[in-house]
């Protein structure tokens, strides 16, 4: 049984490749074929497929620190490995007929997907017809099937849940609309269904997921009676943790040969303040890194034990998350200020570091100011509700 060091291990020896495909990476906006097929070689696409199709089945813990891993050689890279395995997870929540039609067929499928419900549906005879457009559907380039967010209607026309629904990527169309600043390698491009017909054994309700009532016949496996939001929130901060790390060593090792403009330092590492801001910086990483690992044994334990982490809980976590984030992004604020104006030479891994930070630390599940309000109402007993996603 491969285990949790194995997989990290495998992604480590993967960094020198993940770094010299960084660059055609950004600027072909997708993670070349090669690399994606060094990934799945690895078996690192298939960390939450369940071990009946030959997955691995692992746990938060692990997608968490195999996400962080590959982050240090390139976050594009990694944010498309965390995606496939997050929907891959999501997928084992389904009915095992669904599976089935996933998994069963190609145990190597990867999932991609958009849980936000910008569709419309109309209810027909074993199922739905779907029509929509999905922004932003991270690996879009890579993956076999998408779990989609749909409202779900009944004959009369009526919303009567929120709903993911299961769909080829043979039935969806791709549009290519990812311009931008940071992560560009993540092929984050539009899907679009027209009239496809999705089976009612290939549709999940939101809410109920939301509270642990998941479909899946197989309640026996572990990873798969993981809190719903949970995971899907802190999955967010595994590249975001790498990415901090990466920073670290890049700005570290050049300081003992990087002078202080225009001051007497002959080098960086002999200055105070230098010193200081590293050591703040390497504290703030680690702070994130703790947060993180432990959201993850919370998640992890939990479903150990065949438990449901009430909503205080999972508020938690979500801040956790956040807290998370938050602390790595001003952590690579610093370090790319010691590092100083050569940050930002195209040549520079460090500006990339810095766009794809800031991008991924804006997605809305991660948003720090939205999870701190949700933890602090949580702690204070106040019952406003701001987002169902906790």
């Not at 389904?94 to 419309?120: C, E, W, Y």
């Not at 334990?301 to 809980?313: S, V």
């Amino acid at each position: 049984m491969t285990t949790h060091e194995d997989h990290v291990a495998r992604a480590a020896a993967l960094r020198p490749l993940l770094r010299e495909h960084a660059a055609i990476t950004e600027t072909d906006r997708r993670v070349p074929d090669q690399v994606i097929d060094a990934i799945a070689d690895a078996d690192l696409f298939k960390l939450a497929t369940p071990r009946r199709y030959g997955g691995h089945q692992t746990s938060m813990r692990t997608m968490l620190d195999v996400s962080a891993t590959l982050a240090e050689g390139d976050g594009s890279i990694s944010w498309v490995v965390t995606l496939v395995n997050v929907c891959n997870w999501l997928t084992s929540l389904f009915p095992a007929k669904a599976q089935d039609d996933v998994f069963g067929a190609n145990p190597d499928a990867r999932v991609t997907g958009v849980l936000s419900p910008t569709s419309t549906t109309t209810k027909v005879d074993g199922g739905w017809q779907v029509s929509g457009r999905w922004y932003y559907n991270s690996g879009s380039s890579h993956s076999d099937w998408a779990v989609l967010g749909v409202p779900l209607t009944d004959e009369t026309g009526a919303v009567v849940d929120q709903g993911l629904a299961l769909a080829p990527r043979a039935d969806l169309t791709l549009e290519d609309t990812w311009f931008v600043a940071g992560m560009k390698g993540t092929a984050s491009n539009c899907l679009i269904a027209e009239d496809i017909f999705v089976p009612e054994h290939r549709v999940m309700s939101v809410p109920a997921a939301i509270e642990g009532r998941y479909p899946t016949e197989h309640t026996d496996e572990v990873l798969s009676r993981s809190a719903f939001v949970p995971v899907l929130a802190l999955v967010l901060a595994g590249p975001q943790l790498g990415l901090g790390r990466a920073a670290l060593e890049y700005v570290t090792e050049k300081t003992a040969r990087k002078p202080i403009s225009y001051t007497f330092y002959e080098t960086q590492a002999e200055s105070v303040a230098v010193q200081m801001q590293i050591a703040e910086a390497a504290l703030r990483i680690d702070t994130a890194t703790l947060h993180a690992r432990r959201a993850a044994a919370e998640i992890d334990q939990a479903a150990q034990e065949g438990t449901y982490l009430d909503f205080a809980r999972r508020a938690r976590v979500r801040a956790d998350t956040g807290w998370a984030i938050q602390n790595v992004l001003e952590a690579i604020n610093t370090l790319v200020s010691v590092h100083g104006a050569g940050s930002f030479a195209e040549v520079n891994p460090l500006q990339r570091i810095w766009r794809d930070a800031n991008t991924a630390g804006r997605h809305a599940v991660a948003a720090p100011t939205v999870a701190f309000e949700v933890y602090g109402k949580a702690l204070l007993g106040v019952d406003e509700k701001i987002t169902p996603l906790v």
